[in-house]
């Protein structure tokens, strides 16, 4: 069977498989900046990743998060202090240690991650319908194996897709 090619080259070329990845993150960014757009008066994306992380580990202690988002602490604080205002988090006393505030989603920043990701998840589907099915099969091996490559877990139903995120809300390598 002959190599099978696009216009770019063929499918063993790293620059043409490049190429193709570049264009299909794209896409992604694209259909994550909609699915995003319904809540931007309340929430920029870096404060979408700290829901997100939030919504997958917990209650989490500021420095922690902090370190998960690789930002400063102070940046954390000012992105903390957004989302308590809009009511997406909130802060409580570490029953554990007394002396540590732990930071967690709010009933509405749970339904927002959800809301934001049940949108995101429709538009995947939407495209992914208009394949054929032996190109849906070729594409779960392909991203499969490129997930696995980049260190990046399996998502699991129905936790919200961690946009450069491991399932335990830290920052995947290389990212």
Known sequence: MPECGSPAGPV????????????ASRLLVAVSARSLAAVEDRVTLP???????LSTRGATKLVVLADLL?????????????????????RRTNP????????RLTDEGRRTVEDVTARRRAEIAAIVERLAPRQRAAL????????EAGGEPLVRDPEPPPLGWSADGSRVPGR
């Open 140 to 147: 779960v091996e392909a991203l499969s194996a490129f997930n």
């Open 96 to 103: 554990a240690n007394r002396r540590e505030t732990l930071l």
């Open 12 to 23: 063993d070329d790293v620059e043409a498989v490049t190429r193709a990845v570049l264009t």
């Open 47 to 53: 404060q979408f990743r700290m829901l997100v992380v």
């Open 70 to 90: 690789r930002v400063a602490p102070s940046t954390a604080m000012r992105m903390v202090d957004r989302l308590i205002a809009a009511g997406l988090a909130d």
